[in-house]
RNA sequence: GCGGAUGUGGCGAAAUUGGUAGACGCACUAGACUUAGGAUCUAGCGCCGCAAGGCAUGGGGGUUCGAGUCCCUCCAUCCGCACCA
């Protein structure tokens, strides 16, 4: 072997891994296990891009290192593969989804399969298994049959629910329930008809049927959850999305809103990641407020979180959704308020989003009374004021909130001020707190001491009470789709029944075509004879996408098992992740669902852990290198980018393989669409010069770099070490290629270590010398601080560094390669494998352990100081490790140079720091 | 608007508790070996300056013997949320 052969090499290596099964893991409650996870990918058409690789490079490094420092690492891959794109294929090609599917996850496989990873393949899932979505839907079951306890904060049985009715009614049971759940009594509760006590029971599940208003959307058929729509646009796909009332399967994930956010502060994840789950939830403590209204029996009641304004209300406004405003409405307001409901309720969500400026509304006629002030207030509709937050009214308090004054403003409202000063600023709203004026019993209070204040004569006055809100809500758990899992559900009399545990899983059925049926319902309508024992419907819907990946950590724990989601063992020994790593596109998505999914399965006491992962690190996003050709409007001519400004151009997103360095190639760029055949080039300097941009990568942007390509050119080490070489793992950088060549070569100087001229392999048998040992021992402890830290960039600088140095000392010998083909191993697998083996070991993931690194070898004799004149440094001197503080400082200041910085002028002050510094002040 | 993050050479980036700013790599320059190569090796490489030296971590201010690092303030870029009462 002549030189660094890495295709051969890279080969051998996979062959031998996979043919051994060296990944393979088992539980072995001898050794600590290790458990490092990947965010599966969705197997797309459009395959493993560059940037996919760097989060599954940087939890392979991981999970090597853990292995070789003998733990026993659980590090699985599998599928997220149920999904949109492949359903939106099979509706126009006919094709069922499964096989597209297939296709996809095989070409990914063999994708991975090039870069080296050591994931244990036997234990790989796919959520649209069957063997998998068996148990996404007995999960689903345990939520149906569960309810939740506000009391002990816990899911229960839904039998410890009925039992309490049985014996109690519903009063004194605190439950996560639907608002509008009427009381009952024990009796009540056993005279109730089996239909009726089902209809209660479905407002205290944790998964459950209700009428809400929902993103419905019409481009995708289908409805999405608050976090699939961005902007009024559905997350995939771009199609815009409307406000439909629907009946869907719900889950009640706000039941947990306080557990989730408390479980935040137990949890090793970035603070910006924690932030966003916060303030999706979105937690805020207030008082709710009862306004009657004159003349009349109805009582509004509004949500603030600051009851210290209250003698600042100087009106009400309700949600153009509100349904009493029909009859707070007076004969004369009429026409004028339902003209502007009708107008609000039907502008699309979008506009309403983008159009925040404007104020608009309309006044009701009606009046209401201040609860505390007992004044008398107009009641208003507008569009600021959102149904689906707090109860749908707002008091308005023109004087400390911005958007009641611009509405005040533009309506001519009366303010009034009670905070002081605040009369006297442009803008009252901006004084936030202070001491209160104009408020009756309140006067002279600080507003924080002013807030409990008023919400404790709200509440003795039994007009309000203390009161949380969140900004989550209850997660659509129905999507009029069919490449989903079924719900394990039949109707009987319009109830929903769950199928016996035994019969699970309840497969997909198969359809004619993919598509809504004519009367509207989903694609399983379409299914003939697909019916519960032939008499009663399934449910049509299927489970959203998060279904499947808010519990897949566990299944890799045992993913054979055909008895249980997890076996108790499987689950006690791995217990949770311990690295994660992922997109931050998962933050209020994903990251939510599978926390709450795993509480669920703690509180019925499935699982043994709370939370699923408890260090997440959010690799960042790989962004790609557009390369953009100018076409001349009205002509087949492209202009080189450095000459556009004379011309009347269009851009064009050109794919980035026809260029190189920003230069085109001008016949291929022919040859790559029919309709470029003919086209003609204006150059400048003979060349095509192409315009650039970092933009996400992506098939329509034609930025895509396939990484067997570069594997192909380099080998998967270089590349492995290349992406992480790039910069810290968690930050976005565009692809380029300009510095692989520099790892590229590193990789082979390693070669040559083990290798003489002629690339015959030679190592000697030499005790190494303590400058060897330095160079190995200083690498072997950067390397484990700097994994240990996920500082992988860095990692690879110090590995360039030992190389060089043991490069120049011609330093073969035996005992320093074998520690170094080892602490490069977690990132160059093949190559580390080979000089392993060539050293003349069987392999290394099997039969190697991380080196400890030795002080000793480290310990300086002497240490160079810098010496610094106020603040300067001037020189250098060396001293003993061991020199006391004042010899260093009169050796210092009698030094030559010193002596000639110091010009004559004596020292005031000298500071030694040990092993750093020496500062002599004058 | 609110929240989070970032800002260091031509470029990607390093820099434990405040202690020699720019490690490592790319690009570039010069040289060596060579029957020219996108190979390898050696040296140089923040800016100004022949040098001595001076100036440099987005701008301004502060604390300190000493600040990329701590504090205040302003600016720019990126991300997330956005009429949430």
Redesign the pocket.
Known sequence: MADYDFQSIEKKWQQYWRENEVYRVQIDSSRPKYYVLDMFPYPSGAGLHVGHPLGYIASDIVSRYKRLKGFNVLHPMGFDSFGLPAEQYAIQTGQHPAITTAQNIKRYKEQLSNLGFSFDWSREVQTSSPDFYRWTQWIFMQLFESWFNQATQKAEPIVSLTKHFEQDGNSSVQAACDEETPGFTAEQWRNFSEAEQQKILLNYRLTYLADTVVNWCPGLGTVLA??EV??GFSERGGYPVERKKMKQWMMRITAYADRLLEGLETIDW????K??Q???I?R?T?CELDFKVQDSEITLT??????DTIFGVTYI?L?PEHELISKLTTADQQEKVSAYVETAVNRSERD??T??????GVFTGSYAINPLSGELVPIWV????????????????PSS????Y??AQHFDLPIVHVIEETETLDDPTEKKHGTMVNSGFLDGMDSQDAIPAATQRAEELGLGKAKV????RDAVFSRQRYWGEPVPVYFKDDIPHLLPEDELPLELPPVDEYKPTESGEPPLGRASDWKYRDEHSYELTTMPGWAGSSWYHFRYMDSQNDEEFVSEEAQKYWESVDLYIGG??H??GHLLYSRFWTKFLYDRNYVSVDEPYKKLINQGMIQGQSSIVYRVKGKNEFVSAGLIDNYDVTPIHVDVSLVTNDVLDTERFQQWREDLRYVTFVLEDGKYICGSEVEKMSKRLFNIVNPDDVVE?YGADTLRLYEM????L?????W?T?????????L??LW?LFHDGSGNFTVSEETPTPEELKILHKTIKKAQ??IESY?F??T??????CV?EL??LKCKKRTILTNLAIIISPFAPHISEELWHLLGHESSVTSAEFPTYNDEYLVENTH???I?I?????T?LNFAMDASKETIETVALKDETVQK?LDGKSP??V?V?P???????V
Do not use: C, H
């Not at 159009?355 to 608009?360: G, I, L, R």
């Not at 300009?738 to 590193?746: L, W």
């Open positions: 608050n976090d961005k902007d970035t603070d910006s990641l932030e966003m916060r303030n999706w979105g805020s207030g509004a949500f603030t979180t600051r009851v406004t949600a309403r989003m159009d925040v400026k404007t104020v608009s507008a569009d600021y004021v959102l149904a689906g937050y707090g109860t749908g009214v707002v008091m308005g308090v909130d911005d958007r009641d611009r509405f809100n969140f900004r989550m931050t596109e933050a209020t050119q070489f790039l910069g810290p968690e930050q976005s950088k565009p380029n300009n510095g692989i060549d520099g790892v590229f070569k590193f082979r100087k040559r601080e700097d500082s960039n860095t690879v600088s110090s590995f360039m560094i060089n490069t120049s160079e100081y810098p610094s106020n603040g300067k440094v001037r250098k910085w005031k002050r500071i720091v092993k750093r510094i020496v500062n002599i002040v």
